[in-house]
């Protein structure tokens, strides 16, 4: 039952932390003087339309902007009734878009979990390139294995993600056909979910996956080369070869075993920058995922876009450590439950 | 033992060559630290040829302008997209030294590009240590002089040149200077945060040992380009380059302080229970002294390691942020600017060169992390 007590005050903190981001978002969001509508009063005013400014007036105070700050927060979180009682972002209610004139929950749908796609096949792209080209490099240390794989790893470290995504670009188109650009054929956007569009999709991700995971899994493979180095000198690896262990079985049961626990651990550090790395890679190759929103709402100041697709993103990194955390605990029974030190 | 005639004793046993290396040995032991770790880090190659590699780039970039033979906004509106051009030194089987053939330049009328054709039959020479374009040497001298400029009526466009006509390498030139110091000052600023907010958490520990402990932990739990994103594109549109280099590379490093801010505060929970920090604290030195003279002190340089690692990924943050238009801003010179031209599929096809600056981004990267993994493997200079 511990675990499920352990899960649960993970949950709590989580939502706690999630609170302070809130407000984190909603001051950085609101930093730039003025607000959409203000900037577009001023504008209409120097054109001399009056009609327009009516309108824009009578949004401003639809969408409680005419308020101070702190009210503006907790009406958006939904705290407190705004003009049209309690509908903020607890109640399910994400705001309404000034850029698009739309409500929010229609501009980001899809892309919603397109993005949570995305990053979930890269997250599985590090682990399944970084797990066996690591334990590689460390039982083969000091030979090409090792050596090319830490040259292929350092460029993957190095290598920006959106250059990266620029060359796939290019070459990717030249030379393999893959298609490129987007997350889908452009006739299933917007259609309904059949097996061709699964297919669309899938063809579609190869590309962004390793784009996007290739700095992470650079990272992630040097860290458990390292590791393993440390237990292959460890005795109980001579133990396992003396006693006439095949090495690739002493080396799954033993080493790796030890080796893995910062490897999910890890977990934490890796999502946010996968997660910052998605978002310009989605601008750099168009794909339909919250980047390029992101992108557009904050250059316009369209602040309930922006705040919101924020919200998501740090939501999503969350969630992935919760989770880390929690599986930490069930593989690893030393770990005691009153949470990590460091 | 002899006794030799003038009364000394010689000792009879023979020779051993090993005391010497003992001897050696007994000198490494004594010798100051930084000798140790120097010594230690000559021996990682790749870290000694990184570092020097650094080390001459930013000496240097005040000298940028002399360099390059143009100056970062100069326009050559009939050389528009021209790419790079060869330096030669032989001419018709005849040695003439460093020159270029001009270029004339041709519309094609089935592709709609402009086609610059090299006049082979007239070698123009470099001129040295020429006058051309005004420029500040070091941001303070004004000046005209160059290291090499193209003779009058030809170009001399080492990596081309860009959709206004501006020439890339000196471009990238004057680009390094932005590109390059936008790392050191975000990290001067995580530096100066982390130690500080490590430290005070680290030594009184108790409720604000918590409250930064909270704070370190939301802060990495959020992705950062996008609150990059979001500070920077929060900063005002009328203000001038500098500023918003200065606030761009502050925001960099406001968002990079919680990791070493994890390390220091670690380091402190540890070391604040030896006996020196006691007796330092018996003998009456304030909380202050404490942290500076005696603690920060022993592990200044495993800190400074890390803040070699974490440098490129500043420079990094800055190019992607001014390739996405929310970074620097023309006029402005930054390998992300210049990117930003390189967008599209399109000028990559066409116009190769437009995305050379890409390369002094991935060079200057890797060289940052292997000196960084040099001095992490050699701070430690007793161990094996």
Known sequence: MDILRYALYRFGTMLLTLLVVSVLVFVIINLPPGDYLSNQIAELRASGQSAGVAKAEFLRHEYALDRPLWQQYLIWMGFVPGPHGFSGLIQGNFGWSFEFDQPVAEIVGETLWLTVLVNLAAVLFVYLVALPLGVLAAARSKTWVDYTSAFVGYLGLATPNFLLALIMFYYGHKYFDIPIGGLMDPVYEGKPMTWDKVQSILIHLIVPTFVIGTSGASAMMQRLRANMLDELGKPYVETAIAKGMKPSRMLAKYPLRVAFNPFVADIGNLLPSMVSGSVLVSVVLGLQTIGPTLLTALKTQDQFLSAFVLMFVALLTLMGTMISDVLLVLLDPRIRYEGREA | ?384
């Open chain 2, 1 to 384: 033992m002899t006794r030799l005639p003038d009364g000394r004793y010689v000792d009879d046993a023979p020779y051993d060559p090993a005391a010497s290396i003992q001897l050696l040995e007994r000198r490494d032991l004594d010798a100051p630290g930084w000798v140790l770790v120097w010594r230690k880090f000559r021996k990682h190659r790749l870290g000694l040829v990184s570092g020097i590699f650094l080390l001459v780039s930013y000496l240097l970039l005040p000298f940028a302008g002399f360099i390059a033979p143009y100056t970062p906004n100069e326009r050559h509106s009939e050389h528009l997209y021209h790419p790079p051009q060869d330096i030669r030194w032989v001419h018709e089987g005849r040695w003439i030294g460093p020159f270029v053939y001009p270029t004339v330049s041709k519309a094609d009328l089935e592709t709609f590009q402009w086609k610059f054709v090299p006049d082979t039959s007239r070698p123009m020479p470099l001129r040295f240590f020429c006058s051309a374009g005004r420029y500040d040497l070091a941001g303070l001298i004004p000046t005209d002089l160059h290291l090499f400029c193209a003779a009058d009526g030809a170009t001399v466009f080492l990596w081309g040149s860009d959709r206004l006509g501006r020439d890339v390498f000196s471009r990238i030139l004057y680009g390094a200077q932005l590109s390059l110091t936008v790392g050191l000052i975000g990290i001067a600023v995580s530096f100066a945060l982390g130690i500080f907010l490590g430290s005070i958490a680290g030594y009184f520990g108790g409720v604000t040992d918590w409250i930064i402990n909270r704070v370190i932990e939301i802060l990495r739990s959020l992705p950062e380009l996008p609150l990059w994103l979001a500070l920077s594109a929060a900063v005002p549109s009328n203000w001038g380059p500098v500023a918003v280099f200065f606030i761009i590379s502050v925001i960099l490093g406001i968002l990079d302080w919680p990791g070493l801010a994890r390390s220091v505060r670690a380091k402190f929970l540890s070391l604040r229970e030896e006996e020196y920090v006691r007796a330092a604290e018996m003998m009456g030195a304030s909380s202050g002294r404490v942290i500076r003279k005696h603690l920060l002190p022993n592990f200044m340089s495993h800190l400074i390691a890390s803040a070699t690692l974490s440098i490129p990924a500043m420079i990094l943050g800055e190019t992607a942020l001014s390739f996405l238009g929310l970074g620097l801003r023309a006029p402005a010179v930054s390998w992300g600017v210049m990117l930003n031209d390189a967008q599209n599929l399109a000028s990559i096809e066409i116009y190769p060169w437009t995305a050379i600056p890409m390369l002094p981004i991935i060079i200057v990267v890797l060289a940052f992390n292997f000196l960084g993994d040099g001095l992490r493997d050699s701070l430690d200079p007793y161990e094996n």
